[in-house]
């Protein structure tokens, strides 16, 4: 089951680290012209960017689920998880947001997936803490 | 142990086979409630679109059909004009009652003088309007005033008091409509005095001003005494002012509502192949895992367990499975079709509406027990066949 939420929460992180670079309205050659002419990044832009502090933790937590045994761990590697995934929310919808028009490529395309891919970091998260469990101990050898 | 906790037990002795049995469950409630979500989102969407517009017959000029649909559906700024002449035509036609003039004008694209990129823009002429009004009678009794503006529902304020940039003029929003799912909660609404202000204002302060032609309009909307043979009217104007097309509202939307029925048609093909194969899979996965655990269903028919017992702990097991696998697909339904619901409109081309929360889980019921009936339904045969087998028998072999 680990291996699973880890693998998940890898997958995840790769979406939100990635995504962004190919779908926010700059990489579709769309910027923003000011008064005086300059071309400008769109906001979406920086919540692409800032996204890749979300999903690094997340990668960490992913390979220690993958890796790791122990109870505490796995654990912990939930809490990092879930807060990350969290973060993946925050960034493109309360903290930086994306361009305003909703039929802009960024709010079709790249929200969306830094939203699925936090929320199912976040559930995959909640489900390595729930269901860590002890490593079981090898059998006693039988008594001769 | 009770019948529930010797199925989890068997669940997870065997991950593989509970593995391809949960996924199958997965994908059939998945498949099952996206596509049911999507084509009744999109119907509703379409009836709701044209409630909205009000009208029993809406003039664009000849040619301008497709792109009238697009700017109402899909929110696809649309500029086609016709002499506002026809208005005073149309209204001395027969059997109309009322004719409303409306301007389609649309924002600039990447400008810092306009707030919201390429955001298609309906004026709507207050003296004659019978369509936008009834909508703003619950946001702006009064009507909208010079430099008022209504947005759908996607609409909102990017600057301070309320305000939009609109050609380097800040409009003030005064309320949002509710949804349709179409091009409709994209689009901004004002009053042809406003659009002119706007156009007037835009020349110097604008990257590029808006241009309304002198007597042009965009299209008429036009509403017929009750009782009227619309085709026969939307004939009769066609034979009497040229240049013009007059759609339907019956007819509006006819090629979203074919494309829906294609969609509708691949659906059916795709559910009613995938469907049986799930079924069938997960029979032979069940064949497999009765054959396996003979010896050990043995000991549990020895042990006293009725035969009764041994197929229910078996359907239990099958349909825990298929519970926890179309949760899980009814989830991801729900998050993929609520989160690119916007990629799937502009893919498809057809309007998208989530349903009410109560119609939603209505639907999600219904998906989660078409897909614990299918495992059921896989499983009884090998369920029916394990428990009747001699538990002597089963324990030698």
């Not at chain 2, 209505?362 to 009936?373: D, N, P, Q, S, Y």
Request: hydrophobic content about 55%; glycine content about 8%; some cysteine.
């Amino acid at each position: 089951m680990k291996t699973v939420l880890g693998i998940v929460m890898i997958v995840c992180a790769l979406g939100l680290a990635i995504a962004p670079i190919f779908t926010d309205c700059e990489s579709h050659g769309k910027l923003l012209t000011t008064a005086d002419g300059r071309s400008v990044s769109m906001k979406c832009h920086w919540a692409g960017v800032a996204e890749v502090a979300a999903a690094i933790p997340l990668a960490l937590a992913g390979i220690y689920a993958l890796r790791s045994r122990r109870k505490e761990t796995l654990r912990f590697a939930g809490i990092v998880g879930a807060a990350s995934g969290l973060m993946a929310i925050l960034l493109p919808t309360l903290l930086i947001g994306t361009c305003g028009s909703p039929m802009m490529i960024c709010n079709i395309l790249m929200r969306p997936i830094l939203l699925a891919a936090g929320i199912l970091a976040i559930v995959a998260s909640i489900a390595l803490f729930v269901t860590a469990r002890e490593p079981e101990l090898p059998a006693a050898p039988a008594a001769a | 142990m009770s019948l529930l906790q010797l199925a989890w037990k068997n669940i997870s002795g065997n991950s593989l086979r509970s593995w391809v049995v949960a996924l199958c469950a997965l994908v059939v409630a998945a498949f099952a409630l996206f596509a049911t979500l999507l084509l009744r989102g999109a119907a509703t969407s379409l009836e709701l679109a044209t409630d909205r517009l009000g009208a029993d017959i809406v003039v664009v000029p000849e040619g301008a059909q497709t792109e009238m649909e697009g700017a109402l559906l899909m929110g696809v700024p649309a500029h086609f004009w016709m002499p506002a002449e026809n208005v005073a035509k149309l209204a001395a036609i027969p059997g109309v009652t009322a004719v409303s003039p409306q301007v389609y004008l649309a924002t600039l694209e990447g400008a810092s003088c306009c707030s919201v990129s390429q955001m298609f823009m309906i004026a709507y002429d207050p003296q004659t309007d019978f369509t936008v009004r009834p909508w703003l009678e619950l946001e702006v009794p009064a009507g909208l005033g010079l430099g008022e503006v209504i947005g759908g529902d996607y609409i909102s304020a990017t600057e301070p008091d309320n305000g939009i940039l609109v050609y380097g003029d800040q409009v003030t929003l005064k309320g949002n409509l509710e949804p349709t799912g179409t091009g409709l909660d994209q689009s901004l609404f004002f009053t042809l005095d406003t659009a002119r202000a706007i156009a007037r204002g835009s020349a110097t302060q604008a990257e590029q001003p808006l241009v309304i032609p002198p007597d042009q309009v965009s299209a008429v909307l036009l509403k017929a005494k009750p009782g009227t043979d619309l085709e026969q009217l939307a004939v009769e104007i066609y034979r009497k002012v040229p240049g013009i097309y007059p759609i339907q509202s019956a007819s509006l939307f006819q090629s979203s509502r074919t494309q829906l029925n294609s969609l509708l048609n691949t659906v059916v093909l795709v559910m009613a192949l995938i469907w049986p194969l799930a079924i069938v899979l997960i029979g032979l996965v069940y064949l497999m895992a009765a054959n396996e655990r003979r010896r050990e269903l043995g000991v549990l028919r020895a042990l006293g367990a009725t035969r009764r017992f041994v197929a229910t702990s078996l359907l239990a097991e099958a349909s825990l499975l298929a519970f926890c696998g179309a949760s899980v697909g009814a989830f991801l339904a729900v998050l993929a079709i609520y989160l690119f619901r916007r990629l799937i409109m502009i893919s498809l081309g057809v309007p998208f509406l989530l349903p009410p929360l109560g119609s939603l889980a209505l639907e999600i019921g219904i998906g989660l027990l078409l897909a614990m009936f299918s495992v059921f339904l896989a499983a009884l045969l090998p369920a029916i066949k394990i428990s009747r087998q001699d538990p002597a028998i089963a324990m030698r072999e």
